[in-house]
């Protein structure tokens, strides 16, 4: 078992940055695909970074070049760095973690989930 808490979440205003934390326990994550997803209201659940247990990241299109994913692995926690923040990305955060053996963006191939932390970015 993996338990996931995200952390860091908040009010920002438009170009503005946040750093979104997800610590692990129960597991190390090393072995684990670990993954940030959002879910805006009434929106689904969206992927938008990746880290493989081999170390290659992903992101979606959305995010590609103002997001940044990094792990610590001595602190069992992965991070998720979000620059030049807009409207658009408002949306509950949730870190979660697979153990596929490839990198997904598929929500039903993780295997745990943390509860979330919301973001939100005034224009």
């Known amino acids: 078992q993996v338990q996931l808490v995200e952390s860091g979440g908040g009010l920002v205003q438009a170009g503005g940055s946040l750093r979104l934390s997800c610590a692990a326990s129960?597991?190390?994550?090393?072995?684990?695909?670990m993954g940030w997803f959002r879910q805006a209201p009434g929106k689904e659940r969206e992927f938008v970074a990746g880290v493989s247990w081999s170390g290659s990241r992903t992101y979606a299109d959305s995010v590609k070049g103002r997001f940044s994913i990094a792990t610590d692995n001595a602190k069992n926690t992965v991070y998720l760095q979000m620059n030049s923040l807009n409207a658009d990305d408002t949306a509950v955060y949730c870190c979660?973690?697979?153990?596929?053996?490839?990198?997904?963006?598929?929500?039903?191939?993780?295997?745990?989930w943390g509860q979330g932390t919301q973001v939100t970015v005034s224009s």
């Open positions: 129960g597991r190390t994550f090393s072995g684990y695909n």
């Open positions: 979660a973690a697979g153990s596929r053996r490839y990198l997904t963006s598929r929500p039903s191939e993780y295997d745990y």
